[in-house]
């Protein structure tokens, strides 16, 4: 029997070569396959409901968000925390310059849109003042303002709703966070199927040299797609904690690098979603941006009643209360609609002032194993199953192509 197979082996080499390097090539391949289904498409792609696919963190983008919230807040970071490292009057002369120049346009639109007339027959210089009376209450206006949000911060900012609204609203956004974090355990699951491909790929070519069964190859198949997925992706999170073997120290690849993920994880959420930009957008959006609407409108009207002054009484006949009403109310409307744009201009002490990449991944570093591994993990668990069967599908395939191969060359 022994010379049989070594002559077996001499007739045909190549094609036992082959077997191990299939083995690590359909590892590889099934691997990367998982990645991409994984993260591609964005958007579901085929016939619904029966055939077509679309990646499993954008297809779960909510329940994904929600996990990354659950994660946050409050346990790491809170609206109040956010909001008090912020100086209302640092605040109000950071925005000062922007702000002004938008009340003078908007007054003069104002003034032109309610009473024509009047505006346009006072004197260039008269104008002026109106303009810088108003403007020089502005500043004391957003200083205020500031600190009644600060009060009320529960309830004019919803940090959760703002988290998810963003990763939702951007699926690309929602791939980036689990791409760059976890970057070293994805490299680490394409790699591995080249080498426990190879390493199965030795045992099924032994068991052909013995044992040449027709269905031998096609299961071989399936066990290297099954295995070189599953077993990488278990080596990822698995053991949570150090453990030693021997010599050796074994420890889950994520949980090994935790200060590195926590600082990348951090620095993403800081640079991508809980910036100054989405917080202002949730706060004047978002659920409570009625109660924020009603803050600005009773400043903003108080300006323009203190700026009236004596003449408030006449600038209401000649206007009609009613229609002095709407202006201010027009004022408001407009401010609200400018303020996301005009107000970039505190971004970078905003984000300086809150130092959020360093307080997440300070407090993302110290999580216990279990928590922090919530952070990736869902992006694997629930439907793992699926990657590890496209896995298998695709081995079975390839072996069910070599025993065709098999037969041709050996007849």
């Given at each position: 029997m022994f010379d049989h197979v070594v002559a077996d082996i001499q007739a045909n080499w190549f094609l036992y070569l082959s077997i191990p390097i299939t083995g690590s090539v359909?590892?590889?391949?099934?691997?990367?396959?998982?990645?991409?289904?994984?993260f591609l498409p964005l958007d579901f792609t085929g016939w619904r409901p029966l055939l077509g696919w679309q990646g499993i963190v954008p297809r779960k983008a909510g329940k994904m968000a929600s996990i990354t919230v659950d994660t946050l807040v409050p346990r790491l970071v809170t609206e109040r925390q956010i909001y008090d490292r912020l100086d209302?009057?640092?605040?109000?002369?950071?925005?000062?310059?922007?702000?002004?120049?938008?009340?003078?346009?908007?007054?003069?639109?104002?003034l032109a849109e309610f009473e024509p007339r009047i505006w346009e027959t006072l004197p260039r210089a008269l104008q002026q003042r109106i303009i810088r009376r108003i403007q020089e209450d502005a500043p004391k206006a957003v200083a205020e303002l500031m600190a009644e949000l600060r009060n009320?911060?529960?309830?004019?900012?919803?940090?959760?709703?703002?988290?998810?609204?963003?990763?939702?609203?951007?699926?690309?956004?929602?791939?980036?966070?689990?791409?760059?974090?976890?970057?070293?355990?994805?490299?680490?699951?394409?790699k591995s199927g080249l080498y426990f491909g190879a390493v199965f790929g030795v045992l099924q070519m032994l068991g052909w040299l013995f044992y040449q069964a027709p269905w031998q190859l096609p299961i071989f198949g399936l066990l290297v797609g099954?295995?070189?997925?599953?077993?990488?992706?278990?080596?990822?999170?698995?053991?949570?904690?150090?453990?030693?073997?021997?010599?050796?120290?074994?420890?889950?690849?994520?949980?090994?690098?935790?200060?590195?993920?926590?600082?990348?994880?951090?620095?993403?959420?800081?640079?991508?979603?809980?910036?100054?930009?989405?917080?202002?957008?949730?706060?004047?959006?978002?659920?409570?941006?009625?109660?924020?609407?009603?803050?600005?409108?009773?400043?903003?009207?108080?300006?323009?009643?203190?700026?009236?002054?004596?003449?408030?009484?006449?600038?209401?006949?000649?206007?009609?209360?009613?229609?002095?009403?709407?202006?201010?109310?027009?004022?408001?409307?407009?401010?609200?609609?400018?303020?996301?744009?005009?107000?970039?201009s505190v971004d970078s002490y905003a984000k300086e002032a809150m130092d959020l990449a360093n307080t997440l991944s300070s407090q993302l570093a110290t999580l216990p194993p279990a928590e922090f591994e919530a952070m990736l993990r869902p992006a694997f668990q629930e439907d793992e199953w699926m990657l590890i069967a496209a896995g298998a599908v695709l081995g079975t395939s390839v072996g069910i192509g070599q025993l065709i191969l098999f037969g041709m060359f050996t007849g």
């Open positions: 359909v590892g590889y391949a099934t691997n990367i396959l998982a990645l991409k289904m994984m209302p009057q640092r605040v109000a002369q950071e925005i000062e310059a922007p702000m002004l120049e938008l009340i003078s346009h908007m007054t003069e639109d104002i009320d911060i529960e309830n004019v900012f919803d940090l959760k709703d703002m988290v998810i609204t963003t990763l939702v609203r951007d699926k690309r956004l929602m791939n980036r966070i689990f791409q760059e974090t976890g970057r070293e355990e994805f490299r680490f699951i394409a099954y295995l070189t997925n599953a077993i990488a992706l278990r080596l990822i999170f698995q053991p949570q904690t150090p453990l030693e073997v021997g010599p050796w120290r074994v420890q889950g690849l994520f949980h090994k690098r935790q200060k590195e993920v926590s600082r990348d994880y951090g620095r993403l959420i800081a640079d991508e979603v809980v910036t100054p930009g989405n917080i202002i957008e949730a706060v004047l959006k978002g659920p409570c941006s009625d109660r924020v609407f009603m803050m600005i409108a009773r400043h903003v009207k108080q300006v323009i009643d203190a700026q009236s002054g004596i003449a408030r009484p006449l600038v209401v006949w000649t206007l009609g209360s009613r229609r002095y009403t709407q202006m201010k109310d027009a004022a408001v409307a407009r401010l609200v609609a400018k303020l996301p744009e005009t107000i970039h």
